[in-house]
C-alpha cells in the first residue's frame, strides 16, 4: 500500500512540470508552423475600422527571412506610400520615412507604442519566436484545441500575460488575449489560416482594441515561400530602395 501511495504522490507531483513541458512544446510547434519558411513575399492589404465602421485601406509589401529579418514597406496610399519598418536580430528595429534624411532607430520605449497608426504594438510586430519571448503554462485542454498562458519574459513587456488557443491537429493559433500591466484584457486577436504549398499561411488577421473600440484587419495575398532572398533586403540603407 505505502508503494501505492508513494506512486501516486510522484504522479500528483510530477503533472505540473508534465504540463509545463506538454506548453512548452505547443508553443514551439506553433514557430514552427508559423516561421518554418526559409523566407517569404507578399502583398499585406490593412483595413483600420474605428467605432463608427468607418474604413481606411492601406497596402503594403513584406519581405521575410528566417525568423528575424522583416521588412515591410507601405505602397498606398500615396500619403502612406514610403513608409517602411525593418525589423533585424536582437530585437532592433529601424524605421524609413519619406521625409527622414535617414532611418531612425526605434527605440525600446516606441516598441509599446501603435505600429504605424494599427493597433498592433511594435513590440507586437517584432516577434520572431514565441517561445523566446513568453513562459507559457497549460490553461485548458479542448477536444481541438489548447489554450496557454504566456507570460513575458522581458519585465518591460506591455503585457502582463496573454492567452493564447492553438489548432491541436495544426498547430497555428486561433486567437490571443492581451491583457495591460494592470491585469485588464485590453486587446484581442483572431486567425485564419491557409495551406500555401507546404506551409500554412495567416490569410488574415484581426487584431482588436477594446478599449478604443477600433480594430485592424490584415489579409496577405501573393504571399510566395522560399524564394532565396538576398540579405541586402534587409540592409538599413536599402529601405528606401524599391525591391
Given at each position: 500500500?505505502?508503494?501505492?501511495?508513494?506512486?501516486?504522490?510522484?504522479?500528483?507531483?510530477?503533472?505540473?512540470?508534465?504540463?509545463?513541458?506538454?506548453?512548452?512544446?505547443?508553443?514551439?510547434?506553433?514557430?514552427?508552423?508559423?516561421?518554418?519558411?526559409?523566407?517569404?513575399?507578399?502583398?499585406?492589404?490593412?483595413?483600420?475600422?474605428?467605432?463608427?465602421?468607418?474604413?481606411?485601406?492601406?497596402?503594403?509589401?513584406?519581405?521575410?527571412?528566417?525568423?528575424?529579418?522583416?521588412?515591410?514597406?507601405?505602397?498606398?496610399?500615396?500619403?502612406?506610400?514610403?513608409?517602411?519598418?525593418?525589423?533585424?536580430?536582437?530585437?532592433?528595429?529601424?524605421?524609413?520615412?519619406?521625409?527622414?534624411?535617414?532611418?531612425?532607430?526605434?527605440?525600446?520605449?516606441?516598441?509599446?507604442?501603435?505600429?504605424?497608426?494599427?493597433?498592433?504594438?511594435?513590440?507586437?510586430?517584432?516577434?520572431?519566436?514565441?517561445?523566446?519571448?513568453?513562459?507559457?503554462?497549460?490553461?485548458?485542454?479542448?477536444?481541438?484545441?489548447?489554450?496557454?498562458?504566456?507570460?513575458?519574459?522581458?519585465?518591460?513587456?506591455?503585457?502582463?500575460?496573454?492567452?493564447?488557443?492553438?489548432?491541436?491537429?495544426?498547430?497555428?493559433?486561433?486567437?490571443?488575449?492581451?491583457?495591460?500591466?494592470?491585469?485588464?484584457?485590453?486587446?484581442?486577436?483572431?486567425?485564419?489560416?491557409?495551406?500555401?504549398?507546404n506551409y500554412w499561411n495567416a490569410k488574415e488577421v484581426?487584431?482588436?482594441?477594446?478599449e478604443k473600440e477600433h480594430s485592424t484587419i490584415i489579409?496577405?495575398?501573393?504571399?510566395?515561400?522560399?524564394?532565396?532572398?538576398?540579405?541586402?533586403?534587409?540592409?538599413?540603407?536599402?529601405?528606401?530602395?524599391?525591391?
Open positions: 500500500m505505502k508503494y501505492l501511495f508513494a506512486s501516486l504522490f510522484l504522479v500528483i507531483y510530477m503533472l505540473p512540470a508534465m504540463a509545463q513541458d506538454d506548453a512548452k512544446a505547443i508553443l514551439e510547434k506553433m514557430d514552427k508552423v508559423m516561421f518554418s519558411a526559409k523566407d517569404r513575399v507578399g502583398t499585406i492589404t490593412i483595413t483600420l475600422v474605428d467605432k463608427n465602421g468607418d474604413e481606411k485601406v492601406r497596402e503594403a509589401e513584406i519581405f521575410q527571412k528566417g525568423t528575424d529579418k522583416k521588412l515591410y514597406r507601405y505602397t498606398k496610399p500615396e500619403s502612406q506610400a514610403g513608409i517602411a519598418t525593418l525589423s533585424l536580430p536582437g530585437g532592433v528595429m529601424w524605421m524609413s520615412m519619406p521625409a527622414f534624411a535617414k532611418p531612425k532607430k526605434i527605440s525600446l520605449l516606441s516598441k509599446s507604442q501603435s505600429f504605424t497608426g494599427t493597433d498592433f504594438s511594435f513590440e507586437d510586430m517584432n516577434i520572431s519566436s514565441y517561445s523566446d519571448n513568453f513562459t507559457p503554462s497549460m490553461e485548458s485542454v479542448g477536444k481541438n484545441d489548447y489554450v496557454l498562458l504566456l507570460i513575458p519574459k522581458d519585465e518591460k513587456s506591455i503585457y502582463s500575460k496573454v492567452l493564447l488557443r492553438v489548432d491541436k491537429a495544426n498547430g497555428y493559433p486561433i486567437w490571443m488575449k492581451y491583457y495591460n500591466r494592470q491585469g485588464r484584457m485590453f486587446k484581442d486577436a483572431s486567425y485564419k489560416y491557409e495551406k500555401v504549398g484581426i487584431m482588436k482594441d477594446l489579409n496577405l495575398s501573393r504571399i510566395k515561400f522560399d524564394q532565396g532572398l538576398s540579405d541586402d533586403i534587409f540592409d538599413v540603407e536599402n529601405m528606401k530602395q524599391d525591391k
